[in-house]
């Protein structure tokens, strides 16, 4: 049975079809990427023929999340700071990878998959992938529709489940049977399946083991976790620093910073989690009109330059660039073929 999103037409569910075969051979790389780019940074293989690149993506709109399936010739694509400036999506993926090698990796930490596993990725952080010629399906979910249901929201990236895995086996066979039924799904039908799914995915990633128990005791796993959410939760309080944090879940400073070791100590997380709260401020539509001192402000930035250059050698662009949106798109795509490329706006406005 075949486990592929199905390409007929459907009834009540809004469908995208982008493929690369109309697109002159010589300009095919370079709308792939430009098209990627709601994404990530994509880039040919060294010794690769550019000429001959493939690739086709098949969405649908599944209420909240989107379904895809992607086959492409091999190329990297790279996750970096500069590609969540260009986008602001902060988005999770899960991937069932069905041909070819592949291998994804963020920060000193890399996985190789095989036929059939399955591999969660978190686009607010880091990374990419160096692949083979392959074939894959995924679900991008809202960061906000499943961060609530997860344990460890900002420690999921990478994880992995090898295809014999039961619950990779149980995940993949509801992908597999949604997948089947999305010609014959409304809209209606669909809203009913998304929790269910969202609830299955929390599952799976709920069942393995996270990163940091590795090394520490369950009290330590329950304080990172806590001491995350509140920094989340008081990102534009202006008294929010490491003795706050400290006093908030009641620990030494000297322990605080033990438990923030891994990203670079307490400081510099809440600093990069204010970063990227401004970031996604300042996309959005409603803070159009405000001045961007006025929303660094709002995030503890309390020196306009000095925020601004912290903003440009984190993300790679300024704040005004940002804003304006002022990011060239490749010369062999201007007036191009547009046709299919309505699932960049889903990714973009997926909630």
């Excluded at 109309?22 to 095919?28: F, N, P």
């Excluded at 100590?265 to 401020?281: E, H, N, P, Q, W």
């Excluded at 790679?316 to 699932?343: C, H, I, M, N, W």
Aim: aromatic share 8%.
């Amino acid at each position: 049975m075949s486990e592929a999103i199905q390409a007929a037409p459907i009834a009540g569910l809004p469908r995208n079809s982008f493929s690369l075969d109309s697109i002159r051979r010589k300009d095919r790389f370079a709308f792939w990427r430009e098209s990627l780019a709601c994404l990530c940074e994509a880039e040919i293989h060294r010794g690769e023929d550019q000429l001959d690149f493939f690739g086709e993506i098949k969405s649908v709109l599944f209420d909240s999340l989107m379904l895809s399936q992607v086959t492409a010739q091999a190329h990297i694509a790279n996750r970096t700071n500069a590609a969540m400036a260009r986008d602001g999506v902060d988005h999770y993926l899960l991937m069932v990878h069905d041909e070819g090698d592949a291998e994804f990796y963020a920060g000193h930490k890399s996985v190789s998959l095989n036929k059939g596993d399955c591999i969660f990725l978190d686009f607010s952080q880091e990374g990419g992938s160096f692949s083979g010629s392959y074939s894959n399906r995924s679900i991008l979910i809202a960061r906000e529709q499943l961060a609530p249901l997860l344990q460890g929201p900002d420690d999921s990236n990478l994880k992995t489940l090898p295809a014999a895995h039961p619950l990779n086996v149980i995940l993949r066979e509801h992908l597999s049977s949604i997948s089947a039924q999305t010609s014959k799904l409304t809209m209606q039908q669909a809203q009913q399946l998304v929790p269910a799914t969202m609830g299955l995915i929390a599952a799976c990633l709920n069942g393995m083991p996270h990163e940091s128990e590795a090394g520490q005791e369950g009290v330590n796993l329950a304080l990172m976790t806590r001491a995350r959410r509140i920094v989340e939760a008081n990102l534009t309080n202006p008294n929010l620093s490491p003795d706050y944090l400290g006093g908030a879940i009641n620990v030494s400073r000297s322990k605080l910073y033990e438990l923030f070791l891994a990203f670079g100590g307490v400081s510099k997380y809440i600093r990069d989690r204010r970063m990227k709260a401004v970031l996604r401020a300042l996309l959005d539509p409603r803070n159009a009109y405000r001045a961007t001192y006025q929303v660094a402000l709002d995030f503890g930035f309390l020196n306009e330059s000095s925020f601004s250059r912290m903003f440009k050698q984190h993300f790679g662009y300024s704040p005004r660039e940002v804003r304006t949106k002022s990011f060239e798109v490749t010369a062999a795509v201007q007036g191009d073929l547009q046709r299919g490329r309505k699932y960049e706006d889903w990714i973009l406005n997926l909630s």
